[in-house]
């Protein structure tokens, strides 16, 4: 059956740095989208009830359910997190209502052991969405590359284990401040020094040297200048990949496209997985879709 075209909710994702927000039908059937710049950190708490009013002025006086760091600290409403295992009608019933606004925001999830303590906002939506919309089965490795990529394991649908690594936010650190500054502008591409990279990385206890090393294979002809971003970037991707266990002969979900998939994927094959590319805009719809009538 074709979709009402009707709209009939607005779906926010709400970044740190970014915003996309989704125009939906009453059956989750996109059909309005923008991107833009204005993530929490371009906001303050009295921002939002004004972008909440340009928002349905452009696209209709809509009831908003948004999901992301806007339920942070650091966003218009704290929006606690909910602890692993979580699933979807769990972080339904969690869910921060703003009633003068019409406007639900969706909880995060926590992880807390003897020995971890982890948290998510957002990522959690796109994976249990993935499973919701048939895309991944219930019991998965999920991989969301980024500024800090997300390992999530999912065990019959519900969230069991996560794991934050800050390769993203590391790479630009090292390039862009200390003793690897104006050593890393070359592009980063797949090939010999991306992939030397990788191996090196790979199950490195000694990162912090491995990373030094780069400035010293520069300077002593080991890897070439133009080189050096690649083999930097290679050397995280395999450091992040390789603290992963169990990957061998198994399927990971992968939520990215672009460059940094391509990366991803190609040291995920690397440690003998096998990846299978989901779209994350699909599986974030899905996931806020599927809160949505948990609400109901």
């Keep these: 059956m074709p979709s009402d075209m009707t709209p009939a909710y607005i779906a926010i994702d ?26 929490v950190l371009a906001m303050q708490p009295e921002d939002y009830p004004g972008e909440i009013a340009a928002i349905r002025m452009r696209f209709g006086p809509l009831p908003i359910i948004a999901a992301g760091m806007v339920g ?8 606690a997190y909910v602890p692993a295992p979580a699933d979807l009608p769990t972080l339904a019933r969690a869910a921060t209502r703003i009633a003068e606004h019409d406007v639900t925001i969706v909880p995060g999830v926590s992880l807390l052991t003897d020995t971890r303590a ?11 969405g993935a499973i919701a919309a048939g895309l991944a089965p219930a019991d998965a490795l999920f991989a969301q590359p980024g500024t800090h990529n997300k390992w999530v394991r999912t065990e019959g649908g519900r969230i069991t284990d996560f794991a934050t690594t800050m390769t993203g936010e590391l790479f630009a650190l090292v390039k862009g401040h ?33 990373l030094f090393g780069v400035r010293a294979s520069v300077l002593l002809g080991r890897i070439a200048a133009e080189d ?37 994927t190609i040291g995920i094959e690397a440690r003998g997985g096998t990846v299978v590319a989901l779209d994350s805009h699909a599986g974030f719809l899905a996931g806020l879709h599927a809160i949505r009538e948990h609400l109901s």
Excluded: K
């Excluded at 942070?72 to 929006?79: F, I, L, M």
């Excluded at 982890?118 to 249990?128: A, I, Y």
């Design 178 to 210: 200390g003793i690897l500054a104006g050593m890393l502008d070359g592009p980063v591409a797949d090939g010999p020094a991306f992939r030397d990279g990788l191996s090196r990385g790979s199950g490195a206890c000694d990162l912090t040297a491995a």
């Design 72 to 79: 942070s600290t650091r966003g218009w409403r704290e929006a």
């Design 118 to 128: 982890d948290v998510m906002r957002g990522e959690e939506v796109q994976v249990l």
């Design 228 to 264: 050096a971003a690649a083999y930097a970037s290679g050397l995280l991707i395999g450091s992040d990949i390789g603290a992963v266990p169990d990957m061998a002969g198994h399927p990971v979900h992968l939520l990215s496209s672009g460059l940094l998939a391509d990366l991803y």
């Design 14 to 39: 709400w970044g740190t740095t970014n915003r996309r927000v989704y125009v939906l039908a009453d059956d989750g059937a996109m059909l309005d989208t923008v991107r833009d710049d204005r993530g």
